[in-house]
């Protein structure tokens, strides 16, 4: 993980010398919480974080719990609602809200007097759609592992709906709740976009740093609040370690599965929930589309595709998109097969137990590195003109190996996974009839995790296309991406042209999640045909 420890011990440095190069140990953090507004950018950036944790994780919960506990109606269909954020790029939800709470705004009538979207209920709500699927994700996985026994043993007992859930649902859901503060909570600190297109001048430590770095070009003190952005998320990291420790722990190889059983009254209230939660997403991804068609809001409502001319307002226009298809595409073809033999080399080898530990460690340790303080570390890094590797910067090279290193982790653990639930007979037999290793591998391995390597392709496409945050400091004119070229255009006040670009960005992830769920479809057909021959 050179990618990652070199460019962050390189901006360790950098915040420890003046803006001519020489050093001066703490002055520059001194002088980071001695001036007035960056130290409240710091309250700022927390208590929202703060508030939006409150509010997302209790509600996530409440979703994971109708999807994992109860047989409401519908629920692939409120499944499949609660991806769509992941489709899309942070700034999307601000700009729709904008459209819903501006000064021109849908529902402003109904407003209360004084109320204004730019500033930190913007950002607070535009954080919840942002974050709600990815502590969802992590909610879903906590509430499925509940032992079945324990339920039976409460039931049998009579124990009342409501003392189950606060003694056996909620404490053992308690580390999956932990992870998903920390994660809430590191996403929106360190969340550039959503902080740019709708927080006026609400200022938060994400904002500031790119005011340092580009406005002021006081590299010094950009480094030390990239450094400041990087101690919550290395407490996330830990804590989220240690909570996985005693996750695992808890499970039991005698552990029964728990399978819900219909309930009248419990599914009704839980399709209310679900509703009640699926609309304001639906919601906010129909007033982005809607918004991207209108001739010209408020005043002329008639429906146009103009907006989709792009380069009527953006010097790349559609270029922008075509390099997110090729950000994407690279990063996924280079960080599948990347990932995948790194998992399946760490998975295999005994001899070397040590080895292993370390090489483990190294794979996880993006996780606690946020997109923004990893793109501020590139540049700082790669830009050097010491360095022979600044030929790649101002290439797209250098965004694909950011994206690449960013998502290492999570594909990693995927790959993991996967791997361990092969049955090691495979290799045994394939060794027993003398079959070289990389046969093995290509004829046995790779065709079993077919599914599990889309999956991990798909993920790196997806936030390779909606990345804004860690690549904010590393594009040049020619390797604009579709993100970037939606807070320029809403800089510009081109926001309906911006709007399209976000449902553009959507319909591209959409297309890959549509034609990665058929070919599993399909995969999975084919196996089944298979086995039972």
Same mark, same amino acid.
């Given at each position: 993980?050179?990618?990652?420890?070199?460019?962050?011990?390189?901006?360790?440095?950098?915040?420890?010398?003046?803006?001519?190069?020489?050093?001066?140990?703490?002055?520059?953090?001194?002088?980071?919480?001695?001036?007035?507004?960056?130290?409240?950018?710091?309250?700022?950036?927390?208590?929202?974080?703060?508030?939006?944790?409150?509010? %997302?994780?209790?509600?996530?919960?409440?979703?994971? +719990?109708?999807?994992?506990?109860?047989?409401?109606?519908?629920? &692939?269909?409120?499944?499949?609602?609660?991806?769509?954020?992941?489709?899309?790029?942070?700034?999307?939800?601000?700009?729709?809200?904008?459209?819903?709470?501006?000064?021109?705004?849908?529902?402003?009538?109904?407003?209360?007097?004084?109320?204004?979207?730019?500033?930190?209920?913007?950002?607070?709500?535009?954080?919840?759609?942002?974050?709600?699927?990815?502590?969802?994700?992590?909610?879903?996985?906590?509430?499925?592992?509940?032992?079945?026994?324990?339920?039976?043993?409460?039931?049998?007992?009579?124990?009342?709906?409501?003392?189950?859930?606060?003694?056996?649902?909620? /404490?053992?859901?308690?580390?999956?709740?932990?992870?998903?503060?920390?994660?809430?909570?590191?996403? $929106?600190?360190?969340?550039?976009?959503?902080?740019?297109?709708?927080?006026?001048?609400?200022?938060?430590?994400?904002?500031?740093? #790119?005011?340092?770095?580009?406005?002021?070009?006081?590299?010094?003190?950009?480094?030390?609040?990239?450094?400041?952005?990087?101690?919550?998320?290395?407490?996330?990291?830990?804590?989220?370690?240690?909570?996985?420790?005693?996750?695992?722990?808890?499970?039991?190889?005698?552990?029964?599965?728990? $399978?819900?059983?219909?309930?009248?009254?419990?599914?009704?209230?839980?399709? &209310? #929930?679900?509703?009640?939660?699926?609309?304001?997403?639906?919601?906010?991804?129909?007033?982005?589309?809607?918004?991207?068609?209108?001739?010209?809001?408020? #005043?002329?409502?008639?429906?146009?595709?103009?907006?989709?001319?792009?380069?009527?307002?953006?010097?790349?226009?559609? !270029?922008?998109?075509?390099?997110?298809?090729?950000?994407?595409?690279?990063?996924?073809?280079?960080?599948?097969?990347?990932?995948?033999?790194?998992?399946?080399?760490?998975?295999? !080898?005994?001899?070397?137990?040590?080895?292993?530990?370390?090489?483990?460690?190294?794979?996880?340790?993006?996780?606690?590195?946020?997109?923004?303080?990893?793109?501020?570390?590139?540049?700082?890094?790669?830009?050097? /003109?010491?360095?022979?590797?600044?030929?790649? +910067?101002?290439?797209?090279?250098?965004?694909?190996?950011?994206?690449?290193?960013?998502?290492?982790?999570?594909?990693?653990? %995927?790959?993991?996974?996967?791997?361990?639930?092969?049955?090691?007979?495979?290799?045994?037999?394939?060794?027993?009839?003398?079959?070289?290793?990389?046969?093995?591998?290509?004829?046995?391995?790779?065709?079993?995790?077919? /599914?599990?390597?889309?999956?991990?392709?798909?993920?790196?496409?997806?936030?390779?296309? !909606? !990345?804004?945050?860690?690549?904010?400091?590393?594009?040049?004119?020619?390797?604009? %991406?579709?993100?970037?070229?939606?807070?320029?255009?809403?800089?510009?006040?081109?926001?309906?042209?911006?709007?399209?670009?976000?449902?553009?960005?959507? &319909?591209?992830?959409?297309?890959?999640?549509?034609?990665?769920?058929?070919?599993?479809?399909?995969?999975?057909?084919?196996?089944?045909?298979?086995?039972?021959?």
């Amino acid at each position: 993980m050179l990618g990652i420890a070199v460019p962050l011990v390189c901006l360790f440095q950098l915040a420890l010398e003046s803006r001519d190069g020489h050093f001066v140990g703490a002055e520059n953090l001194l002088r980071f919480f001695a001036t007035p507004s960056l130290a409240q950018s710091v309250w700022n950036s927390f208590w929202t974080a703060g508030v939006v944790v409150l509010i %997302t994780v209790p509600v996530a919960f409440g979703y994971a +719990y109708m999807l994992t506990r109860t047989c409401a109606k519908g629920r &692939g269909a409120f499944n499949a609602i609660a991806a769509i954020p992941l489709l899309a790029p942070s700034v999307l939800p601000a700009i729709a809200l904008i459209y819903l709470f501006g000064n021109q705004g849908l529902l402003r009538p109904i407003l209360p007097e004084g109320f204004d979207i730019y500033g930190p209920w913007g950002i607070i709500m535009a954080h919840v759609f942002f974050t709600f699927p990815q502590a969802l994700i992590i909610l879903v996985t906590a509430l499925a592992t509940a032992d079945a026994r324990l339920y039976e043993a409460a039931a049998s007992l009579a124990t009342p709906a409501r003392r189950i859930f606060f003694t056996i649902t909620l /404490p053992g859901a308690r580390y999956g709740l932990v992870g998903a503060v920390f994660v809430v909570f590191t996403k $929106v600190i360190t969340d550039f976009g959503v902080a740019k297109v709708i927080g006026g001048q609400f200022n938060v430590l994400a904002t500031d740093v #790119y005011k340092q770095v580009v406005g002021q070009q006081n590299f010094p003190m950009g480094a030390v609040i990239g450094l400041v952005l990087l101690l919550p998320a290395l407490a996330a990291f830990l804590v989220d370690r240690a909570v996985q420790r005693r996750q695992q722990a808890q499970l039991t190889a005698r552990a029964v599965p728990l $399978v819900p059983q219909p309930e009248g009254r419990r599914d009704g209230l839980a399709l &209310g #929930y679900g509703l009640l939660v699926a609309a304001p997403i639906l919601l906010i991804l129909g007033i982005s589309a809607w918004a991207s068609v209108v001739s010209y809001w408020p #005043y002329n409502l008639e429906l146009t595709l103009r907006h989709y001319d792009f380069d009527e307002v953006d010097a790349q226009g559609w !270029t922008a998109v075509w390099n997110t298809l090729r950000l994407g595409a690279w990063s996924a073809c280079i960080g599948t097969p990347l990932v995948f033999v790194a998992a399946y080399l760490l998975d295999r !080898t005994k001899d070397a137990p040590r080895l292993v530990t370390l090489g483990r460690a190294i794979m996880l340790i993006p996780l606690a590195v946020p997109g923004l303080v990893m793109g501020l570390a590139y540049i700082f890094f790669f830009n050097a /003109p010491w360095n022979p590797l600044n030929l790649l +910067y101002g290439t797209l090279a250098i965004l694909i190996l950011n994206t690449v290193m960013r998502l290492v982790p999570v594909t990693y653990v %995927t790959a993991t996974t996967a791997l361990t639930a092969i049955d090691r007979e495979f290799d045994a037999v394939g060794a027993s009839l003398k079959v070289p290793v990389w046969r093995t591998f290509f004829r046995v391995t790779v065709p079993l995790c077919l /599914p599990t390597l889309l999956g991990i392709w798909i993920y790196f496409f997806t936030n390779a296309a !909606t !990345t804004l945050s860690a690549i904010i400091f590393l594009y040049v004119a020619g390797t604009k %991406t579709a993100s970037i070229a939606i807070v320029n255009m809403d800089e510009a006040g081109a926001t309906a042209s911006a709007a399209a670009m976000g449902m553009v960005i959507v &319909g591209l992830c959409a297309a890959a999640k549509l034609v990665q769920l058929a070919l599993v479809g399909w995969i999975e057909r084919r196996r089944k045909r298979w086995t039972e021959r």
